[in-house]
């Protein structure tokens, strides 16, 4: 297709220069945080720090503090409320919002030059999986769209919240192209209704016979449509007779298969492209089994913040977002290395400094070094950095994610904060489901961590308990999608505090299915 074609060019062109800079990490990475600098040095933010003065990494991390979204919260107001020149020079042309399941919502600046950073890593991971899997781009694409579910709206100074798609990251001369080689057009991202959103999607991708390639964030997104499919069979068909009398028999006999013969619907598709790591991975594990047929190729570390990690050649695991960012990782100890400076085994957090005016932002999220090809450490997104705290016994993500493990997707851990605290392990299950045996698994895990173990064995904390909750991951997406995360973004919860597990309990499953 000569969408793909003009696409692949450009990505072979990025790739060149991602190559290019692996090749020297002491001096590509610290050159890219200079440009950077230099390029913000007239900002308000760059002034305070005297970005004019710092030519080495040790000086910049002398002068800039790592800083999380609350450090930075008062100069991005600044620049939301419409003042120019706070955190960048160049202006801001949106913000995108994202939120986690502890924090609220946050607006993240976008400027051309953090798309071109996106770009940066898109287009390397498109060439590469075209040299690995061709196939892949012999036929259409769906690339998750979120339903816009409500009206447009603005910050007080009058920019944008949201990008106008998915292919903004790709850059306006590859905008034509992208959108001729989607299944489902763009402009179903644009319907209001989540109900006609899923109807209109689901009618043009079994329309697509030619499918080859599926690229979504959350696993929980796709399976969400696909398990939709069912419901949706017979207003889906008659939808499709009248256009293609001969596949809508096809996909209606494939619909009324169990499980649903997806292998017969679409019999090109070459690669699914989702997390898969941390607290997705349970998920990614289901969607493979929906869609058996199709490779499925675990995504990088892109945050709505900025690329960190993108699929690669050579490893399962993924390499840093070279030509994006300036990235450093912090250890337990709390000292910062560069990309060349990393062990393999060790776990870090994530610090990044990006072309859209974060600056030694600290993500939030922690990789774990597990080798290195030519030079160039590979990472494993292992979940997220913030701990769990109720009477000092400090569960991080990463590590309550592999305990979820034990008992399989549609789980997470709630702290609850009662006279006797103790976590509740909240599974999708029928209410009055003996599941006993899976918080006794999870109790188990859990006393693995020796200050989890103590404040137990001091009665400080009550033992797991578990508790069904019909349609978790659905409750859950609702709630997330009612603070303004967009649905194609919202990862599977893990750990949630008493704030989030109250709306939870509160959400309508009927009414919480906008996947």
């Known amino acids: 297709m000569s969408g793909w074609t003009a696409i692949l060019g450009a990505a072979r062109a990025e790739r ?10 002491p001096r590509s990475q610290p050159a890219l945080m200079r440009k950077i600098l230099a390029d913000n040095a007239g900002s308000a ?19 800039v503090p790592i800083r999380d979204y609350d450090g930075l919260r008062p100069f991005i107001e600044r620049v939301a409320a419409g003042q120019s020149g706070v955190l960048t020079s160049a202006p801001v042309i949106a913000f995108e919002e994202t939120g986690g399941s502890t924090s609220g919502r946050k607006l993240v600046p976008y400027t051309q030059a953090s798309l071109a950073a996106f770009r940066a890593a898109v287009l390397p991971w498109l060439a590469d999986l075209a040299d690995e899997r061709p196939r892949t781009f012999a036929g259409r694409a769906y690339v998750a769209l979120s339903p816009v579910a409500r009206e447009p709206s603005a910050t007080a100074g009058g920019i944008p919240i949201g990008l106008p798609s998915e292919g903004a990251y790709l850059g306006a001369d590859l905008a034509y192209a992208f959108a001729s080689v989607l299944a489902v057009p763009v402009e179903v991202a644009k319907l209001r209704d989540v109900d006609q959103w899923r109807f209109a999607t689901l009618r043009h991708l079994l329309a697509a016979a030619d499918l080859t390639f599926i690229s979504v964030w959350s696993p929980t997104f796709l399976t969400g449509l696909l398990e939709a499919l069912p419901t949706l069979a017979e207003p889906l068909a008659q939808a499709l007779h009248d256009a293609d009398p001969a596949r809508a028999h096809l996909v209606e006999t494939a619909l009324a298969q169990q499980p649903i013969d997806t292998p017969s619907i679409w019999p090109r598709l070459a690669t699914v492209s989702a997390w898969a790591d941390g607290a997705s991975r349970g998920y990614a594990q289901r969607l493979q089994e929906m869609l058996p047929h199709a490779p499925l190729q675990p995504k990088g570390l892109m945050a709505t913040e900025g690329a960190v990690t993108l699929p690669r050649r050579g490893s399962p695991y993924p390499a840093p977002a070279l030509t994006s960012a300036f990235l450093e990782f912090v250890d337990d100890a709390g000292q910062a290395f560069a990309c060349d400076e990393l062990t393999e085994g060790t776990s870090y957090r994530v610090v990044m400094t990006t072309p859209g005016g974060l600056y030694r932002y600290d993500l939030g999220d922690r990789v774990a070094c597990r080798g290195h090809v030519g030079g160039v450490p590979r990472l494993e997104f292992t979940g997220r950095a913030v701990a769990t705290d109720i009477v000092g016994e400090k569960l991080t993500e990463d590590f309550v994610a592999a305990a979820l493990g034990r008992v399989g997707a549609g789980a997470c851990l709630a702290a609850r904060a009662t006279d006797m605290p103790f976590y509740e392990l909240l599974i999708d299950a029928r209410t009055g489901e003996n599941l006993n045996n899976q918080a006794a698994l999870v109790e188990e895990c859990l006393r693995a961590n020796p200050q ?9 904390l009550g033992p797991v308990r578990p508790r069904a909750v019909e349609r978790l991951i659905d409750r859950y997406t609702h709630v997330q999608a009612r603070r303004g995360c967009r649905l194609a973004d919202i990862k599977p919860p893990v750990l949630i505090n008493d704030i989030a597990y109250a709306a939870l309990m509160a959400a309508s499953p009927q009414g919480a299915s906008p996947q």
């Open 16 to 25: 060149a220069r991602l190559d290019h800079a692996g090749r020297d990490l």
């Open 452 to 460: 989890y173990a103590y404040a137990r064995a001091l009665g400080q």
């Open 45 to 63: 933010f760059g002034r305070r720090h005297d970005f004019d003065h710092i030519d080495t990494v040790e000086r910049f991390r002398a002068q």
